[in-house]
Structure formats: structure tokens, C-alpha cells
């Protein structure tokens, strides 16, 4: 806890070990369900499996964990949202893609990549088979993109699955929910 002019507030902070924790029970669960790649959809009503493995969530735009069977995450979103998720993160690589921006709206500066070349470099060989998280609240134009770049690979929808792991609570969540409840009553 902290004294701060005369009132109490409590500080709630995830550590970075719980971020590296869920990244494992991902790294599992793709495993058993033989996925090379994961997508994790979110934007700025339904976020919380996106900030389950990055602590980010849009405000503007929305966006995507990309994330590979050894591990590897990028957080793809757009440019407005980007400094924010620089801040917020815990994912250091942060990209933008077209599929993520505020349409009709320009960037100068803004350094745009593809899904398809994101997908080439962390791909460690080709993914084959690739989950997708937020199946049902992804726009149509983005699953259809997901389609081009991810061409001859099976897509698999493993939102029930994912949000399966979210709703097992580590030690840390469970005293940061209880922590929680303290503050609210």
C-alpha cells in the first residue's frame, strides 16, 4: 500500500513473470492442439484476451497478438494506438498493419507492414496450422485477409480453448482479484 496526501491507494500491478507464465500455457495448449501460429483478436469492447498475454487494449483501433509455437508475440495494431502500446505492452514488438488502422486516415512516418510478411518471420519454418482467438467478434475483412496471407493453412478457431486458460486464475490473479474486492467494498 501507499500514503498519498492522506489517502490510501493501492497499487495492482500483473508482473512481467505472470505475462511469461501465460505465454507457457499458450505455448501448451498450442501444442495440444498441434497450432504453428495463434492469432488473438481483440479491440476495444472485447479485449481481455489480448491483454491477457500483452497488458495492452485498444482505445481506438483494434488489434492482434501474433504468436508462434516457441513463443514468439508481436502485437499488431495501428499507428494511433501505438504509443499507448508502447507505454502498456509487455510485448516488445509492436507492428502496424493496414487490417488495424482507423480507415480513412493517414500516417506519414508510420512504418506499415503486411500479416503475410509478420507471419513469414515468425513463422520458424511455415506455419501449417494456425488458431484463431476472437473468431466470432473478428470483422469479416479481417478473417478474409487472414485467409490471403495464411493460404493452404488449415485455421482453426480456438477462442473456447484460450478462454478456457483465462478462466483458471494463477496465485497472483487470485490475490490481485482479492485485492480488488478490498478496494470495491
Known amino acids: 500500500m501507499v500514503k498519498r496526501k492522506g489517502r490510501l491507494a493501492m ?7 505472470e505475462y511469461e507464465a501465460r505465454g507457457k500455457k499458450v ?13 488473438v483478436y481483440f479491440n476495444e469492447y472485447y479485449k481481455e484476451n489480448g491483454r491477457y498475454l500483452s497488458n495492452y487494449w ?4 483494434t488489434g492482434a497478438v501474433i504468436m508462434s509455437q516457441s513463443g514468439r508475440r508481436v502485437l499488431v495494431g495501428g499507428p494511433e494506438g501505438q504509443p499507448y ?3 502498456m505492452s509487455v510485448i516488445p514488438d509492436i507492428r502496424n498493419v493496414p487490417e488495424f488502422m482507423v480507415e ?3 500516417y506519414p512516418g508510420a ?6 510478411d509478420i507471419f513469414d518471420e515468425i513463422s520458424e519454418g511455415g506455419f501449417r496450422r494456425v488458431g484463431i482467438v476472437g473468431y466470432s467478434e473478428m470483422p469479416v475483412s479481417v478473417y478474409h485477409r487472414l485467409e490471403k496471407d495464411l493460404k493452404g493453412k488449415e485455421i ?3 477462442t473456447a480453448d ?9 496465485e497472483i490473479e487470485i490475490e490481485l482479484l482479492a485485492k480488488s474486492a478490498e478496494i470495491a467494498d
Do not use: W, Y
Open 58 to 61: 485498444p482505445q481506438v483501433e
Open 27 to 39: 505455448q501448451h495448449l498450442m501444442v495440444k492442439k498441434e497450432l504453428d501460429g495463434l492469432v
Open 11 to 17: 497499487l495492482i500491478k500483473i508482473p512481467k513473470s
Open 111 to 116: 512504418k506499415i507492414e503486411t500479416l503475410r
Open 85 to 87: 502500446a508502447q507505454e
Open 162 to 170: 484460450f478462454e478456457q486458460l483465462r478462466h483458471i486464475k494463477s
Open 156 to 158: 482453426v478457431n480456438v
Open 104 to 106: 480513412g486516415e493517414e
